[in-house]
């Protein structure tokens, strides 16, 4: 019911986002990986792959949140970024280097204004990456999460995280917002019980415990698999009927989610 009830809110509170239209998701469950970046040969983790998921109306974009030495938030998957290792890096240093397409390296709050703009079917997947030591992995967090509601943009936004400290401060903080676990470590039974609202697993997890997805349906979680490029598992995750399905390659699956 709790999953529910988020769902109805995040859409009846879609209005006030500064896109200032009512936001109705799109169903087709296809959460673009970094962003829609392959076909197309973007970087990922741009907002030129953003930008492009919104075009295809992909049901969700995800992307990854780093903090640098200075305390800025950046989107970038990898620990180090031109060579340079972010925690130890100010933005000033790393943004000399621009991605390849010519973008300055995009700091959070650049994405999510970017992932606001003439958006109404594609949420924002937003990847907290855990830091060095589970104190500033949680102080990211609230940074994260504090800056989401300066902007406005809580009702767009799915907090996914393989830190389940993480998680459970976004919960502490706010009970509304809407969590995923990636570390696929957890039954559902366990989620449910801290208040984590999904689970966000290596596709192979599933396969392994398929009870976890008849328990997840039971207890109102959301299911998401990751990272699903291959037709046949893309046929298995879609048999499963799962809420999302997290993939690099999301121009085939959109075309096997509107197959009769």
């Known amino acids: 019911m709790r999953y529910i009830v988020l769902l109805m809110t995040m859409i009846l509170v879609g209005s006030c986002s500064t896109t200032k239209k009512t936001v109705d998701f799109s169903q087709n469950k296809v959460v ?12 990922e983790n741009s907002i030129a792959s953003l930008k492009e998921a919104i075009r295809m109306r992909c049901a969700g974009s995800e992307f990854d949140v780093r903090m640098t030495a200075n305390d800025s938030l950046i989107i970038t998957h990898d620990p180090d970024y031109a060579n340079l290792e972010i ?15 010519g973008e300055v390296l995009p ?15 594609t949420r924002l ?47 502490e903080l706010n009970p509304e917002v809407h969590t995923q676990y990636l570390d696929g470590s957890k039954s ?11 689970a966000d697993y290596y596709l192979s997890v599933f396969k392994k415990h398929p009870e976890w997805i008849t328990s997840a349906k039971k207890n109102r979680l959301a299911l998401n698999a990751w990272t699903v490029n291959e037709e046949e598992d ?27």
């Open 32 to 43: 673009a990986h970094r962003g829609a970046w392959k076909a197309k040969n973007l970087p």
């Open 87 to 101: 925690e130890e890096s100010s933005y000033e240093e790393l943004s000399k280097f621009p991605l390849k397409n």
């Open 107 to 121: 700091t959070l709050r650049q994405y999510i204004l970017a992932g606001l703009e003439n958006n109404t079917t």
């Open 125 to 171: 997947v937003c990847e907290i990456k855990p830091s060095k030591n589970k104190e500033r992995g949680l102080l990211i967090a609230e940074k994260v999460y504090h800056l989401i509601n300066e902007l406005n943009a809580q009702h767009m936004v799915v907090y996914i995280s393989f830190s389940y400290d993480i998680l459970k401060r976004l919960e």
């Open 188 to 198: 559902p039974e366990v989620l449910k019980r801290d208040g984590i609202d999904g």
């Open 234 to 260: 893309m046929e298995w995750f879609l048999k499963y009927d799962f809420d999302y399905i997290t993939t690099n390659e999301p121009e085939l699956l959109l075309k096997k989610t509107a197959q009769p």
